[in-house]
């Protein structure tokens, strides 16, 4: 399984763009890349995935260099609704197991 | 229906009680998961089900029993735990791929948890 690094926390105020980087040195050519976002008390919920390239969707948007061994995901204009802890995950298809890393701890400020 | 359903909310058992967590879901997922997870730790994952058979266990101790009665419910029955083993118990469910190649990873969608305290 393709280990992933994060950074652990993040302070952001409010309006600002807040951009995560996340280290996978080891993906294997079939793994996707997916980010999931968890709320204290609450179950993780998927935000954005993608392979290659760039990913957008309503809430998110996810950068993935050519060598694939590091992705972005780039919230637009947070609010403090956005504080929660974030986690990237690599994975591939029919293959059930994966492992959350420690995940980034997001901090919006007014 | 996009929703994974956890009963009970909170749950407080003595060492020597048996009880049972219950999820539940109805999008017609034929995978499903069981994930422990201590204050400020990510989940992990104790067992997936596919299919209604188990196909991961990740060496969780024999106190943790989990059943896949059917389809849309999955069952995790605890006995004799530990404090220790006080934590939020994270049901997901995911559509099940087993075709080869690179198709994406399964979006797995988490009921809210149980929240377990082991006196």
């Known amino acids: 399984l393709a280990k992933t690094t994060q950074p652990i926390s993040m302070d952001s105020y409010e309006g600002q763009e807040v951009n995560i980087t996340c280290s996978h040195n080891?993906?294997?050519?079939?793994?996707?890349i997916t980010w999931y976002q968890q709320f204290p008390s609450q179950g993780p919920r998927f935000i954005i995935q993608?392979?290659?390239t760039k990913v957008t969707n309503e809430v998110a948007s996810l950068f993935i260099p050519a060598d694939r061994k590091s992705s972005t995901l780039s919230l637009p204009r947070v609010s403090l609704s956005d504080t929660a802890v974030y986690y990237c995950?690599?994975?591939?298809?029919?293959?059930?197991?994966?492992?959350f890393g420690i995940g980034t701890k997001l901090q919006v400020i007014p | 229906d996009t929703e994974v359903t956890q009963t009970p909310k909170h749950l407080v058992m003595g060492m020597t009680n048996k009880k049972s967590l219950k999820c539940e879901q109805h999008?017609?997922?034929?995978?499903m998961y069981w994930y422990k997870q201590k204050a400020k730790k990510p989940p992990e994952l104790m067992f997936v089900?596919?299919?209604?058979?188990?196909?991961i266990n990740e060496s969780v101790p024999s106190r943790f029993s989990p059943e896949c009665p059917n389809s849309s419910l999955l069952n995790l029955h605890l006995h004799a735990l530990q404090p220790e083993d006080s934590a939020l118990y994270l049901c997901?469910?995911?559509?099940?791929?087993?075709?080869?190649?690179?198709?994406?990873?399964?979006?797995?969608?988490f009921g809210p948890g149980t929240r377990l305290t082991v006196l």
């Open positions: 089900y596919s299919y209604e058979k188990l196909s």
């Open positions: 995950l690599v994975g591939a298809g029919g293959y059930q197991k994966v492992t």
């Open positions: 999008m017609g997922h034929r995978a």
């Open positions: 993608g392979y290659k």
């Open positions: 997901a469910s995911s559509q099940d791929f087993t075709s080869g190649g690179p198709i994406s990873y399964n979006e797995q969608f």
């Open positions: 080891n993906i294997a050519t079939n793994d996707y």
